[in-house]
């Protein structure tokens, strides 16, 4: 597999950098280590605001959002703003983003929009300074926050398009895009097979479509449609149906059922490393009856 290029808050894991001079353990980050080249920066430390330091939140002002420091009212907004662009500007190959959640710079969504400084209300929520940044001018690659990828279901999403998004670029460098299209073909009829059906590596759109396919994992009804089209209406698949059996297992069952040897090449089957994969029983070996 090729080596994904990841942006990353430098507070997850690695640095300590945040305000109150500490950093964050990352179940994510310390799994994805292996595997991943990381670009790591702290907005915050990069403007020279120092470690420790005073908080920072994000204030309406007559319709305008100011990043502004809780104690001191100074006011970093343009500060952040000219280090975002030039950040941006400068930041050549990346395949995703692992951002600090609740963060007025870094995280992605769902940030406290106050009225004021102390006592104001919280009267809206927004993007990050930083982030809000990224996410539009990436719109459509992986970006997460670090708390949500504690989920499985997220967790798996955003690894499967995190490599695919790495493959990418790989082969895009190559002049090798019909190869890349054929060993993800599956994938992307896994992810929504309507959409799969307009998608051609030759034609100058295929980058966008297949990001606008990729956006979203599939439901249960058309992971059972996609899976009853591989195998037919197999015991195992009535047993998925009736959620008595997980979607890796049944992976894992076509996966042996087919005799296409060119079908088990593809991506589907494993769309990024084995090691990332999420443990089935995370308590297994505990001892309940100490």
Not at 53 to 82: A, C, F, G, S, W
Not at 109 to 123: A, F, L
């Amino acid at each position: 597999m090729t080596r994904p290029k990841l942006l990353i808050s430098a507070c997850l894991e690695f640095d300590k950098v945040r305000y109150n001079g500490q950093s964050i353990p990352s179940k994510i980050i310390r799994d994805l280590t292996p595997f991943v080249d990381f670009i790591k920066v702290c907005p915050e430390t990069e403007i020279g605001l120092g470690v420790p330091r005073e908080p920072i939140r994000i204030v309406k002002k007559e319709n305008e959002y100011r990043l502004i420091q809780h104690n001191t009212n100074k006011d970093v907004t343009d500060d952040m703003n000219r280090f975002t662009d030039k950040f941006i500007s400068n930041l050549k190959e990346v395949d995703g983003f692992i951002f600090k959640s609740k963060s007025p710079t870094m995280g992605v969504k769902n940030i406290k929009v106050y009225s004021g400084m102390k006592g104001s209300p919280v009267i809206e929520k927004c993007g990050g300074f930083f982030a809000g940044k990224i996410a539009k001018k990436y719109e459509g690659y992986p970006i997460e926050e670090d708390d949500r990828l504690s989920n499985k279901k997220i967790r798996e999403h955003f690894l499967t398009l995190l490599f695919l998004f790495s493959e990418y670029r790989e082969y895009s460098k190559q002049n090798k895009l019909n190869e890349f299209y054929e060993k993800n073909k599956l994938l992307f009829q896994f992810y929504n097979s309507k959409l799969a059906e307009l998608l051609d590596p030759e034609k100058e759109d295929f980058f966008d479509k297949f990001k606008n396919i990729m956006l979203r994992p599939p439901s249960y009804e058309d992971i059972y449609s996609f899976f009853y089209r591989l195998i037919g209406n197999d015991a195992v698949l009535e047993r998925y149906k009736n959620n008595k059996l997980s979607l890796e297992t049944l992976k894992e069952f076509s996966k042996r059922q087919t005799k296409d040897k060119e079908l088990l090449n593809q991506t589907f089957f494993n769309p990024f490393p084995e090691e990332l994969i999420s443990e089935v029983e995370e308590d297994r070996n505990r001892n309940y009856w100490i």
